[in-house]
């Protein structure tokens, strides 16, 4: 889309008069740092320049294939871009994946199908192969002169990894693995690039090795030729077919027919399969091979926090430009961004962003620091990381697939157009609750690490940092509720170790009357993803806080106040939506609701005369945005108009079947 240059609506120009604080300083706070900003600003302007970001016809105008192929061509260019030009024109040698993951989106408006390329098949190389297996595969993977997935979900199970189908039988005789699919539930399903893009592909498998199964295990895979780019003898792979969104990723099936890869192929970092067969099993945790897993939920976060700047972005600055209905007889209609309840739709939005996205950065951050404790031997904060990675990653998409949706409710009809992007954004977001471990699957995870921490703090041992509430609860402390920020976490805490301790003995009397231990967990298992959720929004409330007030300690007064009072609104609006929960397990009064809910509708008029600058301090290229309704000028009628003018439907003034069909129908000829 070629974007024409208006000038800027004049409610939009007045909302940015209003705006109380200076944007850049926001930015540099989410960039990390100016220079951050300006070097994530160097990449925009190189890609943008590059012409890569320019389509004849609007996507959603094209076919299918025809949105594979044009996805294809600029991912080819795009990568082609980023090996050579970025890096020579911005000098920049060690390319911030956040700045290349913002850009993208200027070029796909849907997703690239070389996303898990980089997003799991170059993570899964440098986290599974050997240092010798790394030198052969990590060079070629990074100069894309291979492209590869991942393929571990299959038709018949996705969530039960240990009951995937696929197996890879050693043959001592040759040293080589025989991968086979053996029913039709076995065929992989849903790998992004596979049904048409790459040439390999990390599949897991059950491992057999002298007649004994090993579980799954992780094998580099070539599955077509690298000049013809057929599919090799034995295997058979294709596209799955049409999706709600993710259409341009040829997410793939794949079967196996006893087809031959050399022992070396299996990724050995963990476990290996020696020359004659003998398994060596891992030295150090059993799910290691689920690390890349974990890689992409912590990045998930990430995801979440992006898109929902995305929308919430699109929806204020719409909401500042549109009027409709009257407050008062004959007085002119107010922007819709002064109606009270469409501040409540709006602003919890740009709150969220700013909670995940400071979480997002805090989780990468122990991703980092757990990776390196495992780098010397000590997979002691593994479990941690899991059980944090993987409720962040559930409530975070949920919540973004939600606030993204009410983005699109708050635009009215004009949101439901594909070119206000919205739908986009939302099918994108909608599909994270789901990939990369489902949101009930990931939430009984932290459960069980819970109620493990529960028992462990029952017996006088000391847990880890996140869930240290659970000592202070199993000693007695009283919930005594106070309306600041700390006071709020405190209680927010108080409810989740009563729901964790609830669970407890749910499973604990369950036991009592005779069910063993698989059946009285199964009862409780509603329970326990109520439990992860508390305890994950107590972390979410807790880091959100100290990010803020760590990060803007030197920051000006203005911008203190403006993040503060965004902290503030998160959290009244979660001790709102949770006054049950809060009338429980803390000692929260109806009074104490009253303020709550007095200093929420407050809030929401603080905010008011900030919120566009709010959404600019996003940052969010027009490009990126691809938004009829999101542009920085606010030229939503033009757009809209000029869009419509443009819709290949409209080339002809009569289309053919009108000849073809109504006519005749008009004439009682059909
Ligand atoms: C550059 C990139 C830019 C942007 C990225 C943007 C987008 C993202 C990229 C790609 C998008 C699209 C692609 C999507 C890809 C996929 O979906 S790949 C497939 C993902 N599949 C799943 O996630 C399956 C979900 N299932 C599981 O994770 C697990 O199997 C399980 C159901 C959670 C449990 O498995 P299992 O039955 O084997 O284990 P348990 O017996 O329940 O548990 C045993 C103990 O192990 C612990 N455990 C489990 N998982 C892990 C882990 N990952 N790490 C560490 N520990 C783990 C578990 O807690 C138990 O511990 P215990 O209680 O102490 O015994
Ligand atoms: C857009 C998209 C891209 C994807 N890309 C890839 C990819 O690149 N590579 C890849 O390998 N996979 C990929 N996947 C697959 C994805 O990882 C799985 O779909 C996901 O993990 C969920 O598994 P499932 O489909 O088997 O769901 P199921 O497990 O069948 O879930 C169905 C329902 O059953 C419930 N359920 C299942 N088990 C339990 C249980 N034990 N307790 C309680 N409830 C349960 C779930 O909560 C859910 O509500 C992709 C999926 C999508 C949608």
Known sequence: MVLKKYNINPDLAL???????????????????????????????????????????????????????????????FSKLMKTELQEITGIEDFETPAIRRIADALFKDISPFLLHLGMFVPTI?????????????????????????AQTELGHGTFIRGLETTATYDADTEE??????????????????????????????????????????????IRDLDTHMPLPGIKVGEIGPRMGFSSADNGFLGFNNFRIPRNNMLMKHAQVQKDGTYVKPARHGKLTYQTMVFVRVTLVNEAAFNLSKAVTIAVRYSAVRRQSEMRPNEPEPQILDYPTQQHKLFIGIATAHAFQLTANWLW?????????????????????????????AV?????????????????????????????????????????????????????????AWEQAEAGKTVTPTVSYISRSLKGEKNSWRSTDEGIIKSFQAVAAGKIALCVKSIRDRMKSGLDYEDAWLLTTVQLVD??????????????????????????????????????????????????????????SEKDIDFMQRQYEELLQHIRPNAVALVDAFDLRDEILHSSLGAYDGRVYERLMEQAENNPMNAEPVNQSFHKYIKPLLQGKL
């Open 531 to 588: 439990a992860a959720e508390a305890h994950c929004r107590s972390v979410i409330l807790e880091t959100y806080c100290n990010e803020v007030r760590r990060l803007t300690k030197s920051s000006s007064d203005n911008v203190k106040i403006v993040m503060h009072q965004l902290v503030t609104l998160y959290l009244s609006y979660w001790t709102l939506q949770r006054t049950g929960d809060l009338l429980r397990y803390s000692s929260i």
């Open 396 to 452: 975070c998409t949920s919540d973004a697939a939600l606030l993204i949706e009410q983005c699109r409710y708050a635009c009215g009809g004009h949101g439901y157009m594909l070119s206000s992007n919205l739908p986009y954004i939302y099918s994108f977001v909608a599909a994270t609750r789901t990939y990369e471990g489902d949101y009930t699957i990931l939430l009984l995870q932290t459960a069980r690490f819970l109620v493990k």
């Open 15 to 77: 909302e940015r008069q209003k705006c109380t604080f200076d944007i850049e300083e926001i930015i540099n706070i989410f960039d990390g740092g100016k220079e951050k900003t300006s070097q994530r600003r160097k990449i925009e302007d190189v890609v943008l320049k590059s012409g890569l970001c320019h389509d004849d016809v609007p996507e959603e105008c094209m076919s299918l294939k025809e949105r594979y192929e044009n996805a294809v061509r600029k991912s080819c260019f």
């Open 126 to 150: 440098i986290g599974q192969c050997t240092s010798e297996q790394l030198m052969i595969w990590l060079p070629k993977a990074l100069d894309l002169q291979i492209i590869g997935g991942y």
């Open 177 to 222: 693995f025989v991968l086979h699919t053996p029913t039709l539930t076995a065929h992989k399903w849903w790998a992004g690039g596979l049904g048409k893009t790459i040439n390999h592909c990390i599949v897991v498998a059950q491992l057999y090795t002298k007649g004994v199964c090993y579980g799954t295990h992780l094998f580099m895979v070539q």
């Open 365 to 393: 951050n122990t991703f980092k620091s757990v990776l390196s404790d495992m780098k010397k031997g000590d997979v002691g904060t593994l479990p941690e990381l899991h059980a944090l990675s993987s409720c962040l990653k």
